[in-house]
């Protein structure tokens, strides 16, 4: 077997695991390959060959994940998911057993699953159109502000920068957002809107209950215009009700199509699985990828049954 490695060594605070699940993987008569994403080597480099291997890992936050998985829609090679990065809610979302020997089992099986991506497209502030695809959140406002706030703390503290950020932001800027999807066009206010291919986050609440990553569509979730502390409804609706069928999600307008284009006034910050996004004209988009990716799955995922 030929498996290809792709690991970023400033993921996070469990990056180390790499090499554990390596020494699992391996046997006699394999070429086990490592590429380390960083100075001289991005993820359009390290994907450069991909078809050559049987196997490919991908080890890192969800940042990492995304752009390495980004480069490699429709190659058709099983790709395992190993989880390095500060919160790794893809990896979460998939439902693997998450320790390195179970992984490397699984790897070496090589059963699969073809999943969606989404596709983020906006205009810089050149009136350029960017595109970057998205494996969990896209979105502007207060999700981007939190995840700008978090940037300089989270690998140090982990997943609690995210939770002091939306701390330190009280008050989020109201913003109004025009969405067109499916011929009809609805205008909306809001502290953010957001586009979800998969959307299970911490203690597996499921922030829009009926989104998944192989049902073709993105889900466009816009929040009501409120304070940070208003959202407490909806934290304990969520806590009571983690996967949100029986209670839903005050708050949230959700939206399931599978393109939508939206123009946001005035122009926020913008995100893509924890990604910054510096520049922004306020107008952007996002579709769904069908069956793009053939990701690495165990008997205890829910993607496999």
Known sequence: MRCLIIHNPASGPSSDEIYAFTHALAQGGDEVVMRFIGDGMEPEDAVADVREFDRVVVSGGDGTVSNVLD????????????????????????????????????????????????????????????????????????????????APAKNDIGEIAYFLSALATPNPTVAHFTIEHDGIVEELDGICCMAGNTSVIQNDINLFPDCRMNDGMVDIAVIEPVKTVQLL?????????????????????????????????????????GEIISSNSGVFGARALPQCLDLIVDEFSPLGK
Not at 252 to 261: C, G, R, V
């Open 71 to 150: 480069q490699m829609r429709g190659c058709g090679v099983p790709t395992l998911v190993f989880p390095s990065g500060t919160a790794c809610l893809f990896f979460n979302n998939i439902g693997n057993a998450p320790e390195a020997a179970a992984l490397a089992k699984a790897c070496r099986a090589g059963r699969t699953v073809k999943v969606d991506m989404g596709e983020l497209f906006w205009l810089d502030e050149n009136g350029n159109e960017k595109r970057h695809g998205f494996i969990i959140i896209a979105g502007s406002g207060f999700d981007a502000e939190i995840m700008m706030k978090a």
């Open 233 to 273: 409804p909806t934290v304990i609706t969520a806590a009571l009700d983690p996967a949100g069928k029986v209670l839903g999600r005050p708050q949230f307008k959700i939206i399931q199509t599978k393109e939508a284009k939206i123009t946001c006034t005035p122009s926020l910050g913008m995100q893509f699985d």
